[in-house]
């Protein structure tokens, strides 16, 4: 079998595209290198363009016919970038997905995985979620996500395709095998700040501390990218076993952890502790939240293998490499 993976030079496109590999399911990738890099898709079969180039997307299937289904990772990221640019935003992630949904129609494509977000719900006041709670995403950002999927199931329910939407919590590591992994080298989550202030020798900031959680500060359900990725293999593999035109799976641990203990993790890890500060809120956040749920086991026979420490472990290793894999290339973005 042959995959699309759109957004497949990116950081965890190219990690399902390491685990298809893997599993023998050849990735076929396309995207634009807006944030990706060319070194992510090195050794796969790639196109550079964009998803709404319907003559290229035209193109990919008439030289790849045993393409049977698409993983749609492609999309810009960065929440506050999404607060200046709600324009922007919507035309890359909302406009770009409907003219792709078309060509993939177009194109005969009965299978589509959306990567969406844990980004598009209000947690309950337990800071848990379900699939089924309320969707109220808090930016520009996730606000793409939700009408994306909404978008997508409406065409699911008119025409011959299906959709999953994986809705991925906080993921963190890199390919264990180190081939590939977070492309930025100043990201701008817990994790990569804390590798960051390693690196230069600063004081961690613990941006919020008085949300209602057990230690005050914010909790997040952190899952490793390659658990994220075996996920989609899984999901490729069931697919049409799914329930519905339109289905909807959230991609978490079901373990919270809040940035203090991820501190604690990340220093009982590193060679190098590292201090922390306290400070206030960043604009824009939340208290955040993990999942509740058991459906990606039931409908995927899927769970997560690693744990933070883990993911830890091999964000460090990869920090390491990075430069090395990617060199050459100017950098864009961060996330
Ligand atoms: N990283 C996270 O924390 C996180 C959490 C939840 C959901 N997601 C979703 O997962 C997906 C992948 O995220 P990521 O962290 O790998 O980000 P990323 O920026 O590393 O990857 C996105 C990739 O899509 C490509 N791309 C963007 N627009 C394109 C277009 N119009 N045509 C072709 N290619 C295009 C980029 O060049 C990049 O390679 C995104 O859809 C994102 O919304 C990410």
Redesign the pocket.
């Known amino acids: 079998m042959q995959v699309l993976i759109?957004?497949?030079?990116?950081?965890?496109?190219?990690t399902i595209a390491s685990a298809c590999l893997d599993s023998r399911i050849s990735p076929v990738i396309?995207?634009?290198?807006?944030?990706?890099?060319r070194e992510?898709a090195a050794g796969r079969e790639f196109y550079e363009?964009?998803?709404?180039d319907g003559e290229l997307v035209d193109r990919i299937f008439a030289e790849h016919p045993d393409i049977g289904a698409v993983i749609?990772?492609?999309?810009?990221?960065v929440v506050p970038d999404s607060v200046d640019d709600p324009v922007g935003y919507y035309r890359?992630?909302v406009v770009?997905s409907l003219d792709f949904v078309a060509h993939l129609l177009r194109n005969g494509c009965g299978r589509l995985i959306f990567?969406?977000?844990?980004?598009i719900y209000r947690p309950g006041e337990d800071l848990t979620v379900d699939e089924d709670s309320p969707i109220e995403p808090q930016s520009p950002?996730g606000r793409t996500?939700a009408v994306c999927e909404a978008m997508f199931a409406d065409v699911a329910a008119a025409q011959p395709i299906r959709v999953l939407s994986l809705?991925?919590?906080?993921?963190i590591g890199a390919d264990p095998t180190m081939r590939t992994g977070?492309?930025?080298a100043r990201p701008t989550?817990a994790l990569g700040k804390m590798i960051l202030a390693q690196e230069e020798g600063v004081p961690f900031l613990v941006t919020g501390t008085d949300y209602p959680t057990r230690d005050g500060s914010g909790i997040r359900d952190y899952i490793h990218v390659w658990d994220l990725a075996t996920a989609h293999v899984a999901a490729l593999r069931r697919f049409d076993a799914l329930p519905g035109p339109a289905t909807a799976i959230n991609l978490g641990t079901g373990r919270g952890t809040t940035v203090r203990e991820l501190l604690d993790a990340f220093n009982h890890v590193a060679k190098k502790p590292i201090e922390a500060r306290d400070a206030a809120r960043r604009p824009g956040d939340g208290p955040g939240a993990y999942t509740r749920t058991d459906r990606a086991t039931r409908l995927l026979g899927w769970q997560p293998q690693y744990d933070v420490t883990e993911g830890i472990r091999h964000s460090l290793q990869w920090d390491a490499i990075r430069d090395q894999i990617l060199s050459g290339f100017p950098e864009h973005?961060g996330?």
């Not at 749609?72 to 990221?77: D, P, Q, T, V, Y």
């Not at 809705?167 to 993921?171: A, L």
């Open positions: 759109a957004g497949g030079a990116g950081y965890i496109g190219s396309l995207d634009s290198l807006v944030t990706g890099r992510l363009g964009d998803i709404a749609h990772c492609a999309a810009l990221i890359a992630n770009k990567s969406s977000s844990a980004a950002y996500k809705r991925y919590f906080n993921p977070l492309q930025l989550h973005g996330s």
